[in-house]
């Protein structure tokens, strides 16, 4: 079974393009949504989460109080990286379980990490790696449409990603995702026949 490691920056439409692989058939494990659920309870995570930040940190039902966590992580960005020593191994723990249950004659899964070349932790997982790339300005148009955040905000989360022209350059395969829903269906059913194709020997 081939791993396709699917990721892009904020806004870039990598939920979108996971759905629409996951129409055609293909599984996909989404670490986001592993995160989420490590972020309500019970959850290891959130013990971890009142041990290093402080009960503040949880709200009244005991999930990850977000806002206050975001707020906090960019405005003491050397904090960020105690935030990732608690959930990334988790995270990854979870997502890697999820694939060895798929079936045997699965010919590939997609594993959606939105900082898979951030954190390098998922090379030696992955057998490729999916881009879903577009401009910065639309980037930010759609966060502010879909989250309502405004535009400093969005800009701080872009500039503690990977840059733009890394991910083009790290990736394999690259879907600009800068036009139509239409465009978008066609590049994916084309990646998704060749990602099937046992025969096909990627350069």
Known sequence: MRIIGLTGGIGSGKSTVAALFSELGAPVIDTDEIAHALSSPPSPALVQIAQQFGEDYLQVNGSLNRTRMRKHIYAHPGEKSKLEKIFHPLIKEIALRKLDELPENTPYALLAV?????TGSYAS???RSLLVDCSIE???????????????????????QCPRKTRIQLANDIILNDTTLAHLQSCV???????????CRFT
């Open 138 to 160: 639309q980037q930010i148009a759609r966060v502010q449409a879909r989250n309502g955040l405004n535009t400093s905000e969005i800009e701080a989360i872009i500039a503690n």
């Open 189 to 199: 059913k084309t990646l998704h026949q060749q990602y099937q194709d046992q025969t």
């Open 125 to 127: 997982a992955i057998d």
């Open 114 to 118: 939105p900082l898979l070349f951030e």
